[in-house]
């Protein structure tokens, strides 16, 4: 991608909001204690953790580090949002959630 869209420090808040919001519903298809729901619960607590530091923080939005996360970013929400609503299709939307959550704390060491 010779010019992808750079995500802002709001944007970027506001979709790990929606993502988190995304896992709570998944997540409520599962018993508290079970694998599943342990294993989204951790990755709902990694993008809590990330949301919390981002919103008490700033960012240089300028930088190509950033602009190749937000390319990477942007294919992996939209990979999550396409598999998020079917739950027969857990395994891959667990998957691409940990790629996501892998690639937000990318952004997140980004942070001064």
Known sequence: MSNPEIITRH????L????????DV??????PGTKDRDAFDEQR???DTAQR??????I???????KDISASLKAVNETL?????DIGKIA????SLVNLVNVIQKIVELVP
Do not use: P
Request: without cysteine; charged residues 30%.
């Open 92 to 95: 891959t939307t667990f998957e």
């Open 60 to 66: 240089n939005e300028n930088t190509k580090e950033l």
């Open 81 to 85: 949002s396409r598999t998020s609503s």
């Open 53 to 58: 530091r981002l919103v008490h923080s700033t």
């Open 45 to 47: 607590d990694k993008l």
């Open 16 to 23: 790990i909001g929606d993502v988190l919001t995304e896992i």
């Open 26 to 31: 998944l997540s409520s298809h599962f018993d």
């Open 11 to 14: 944007d970027l808040i506001r």
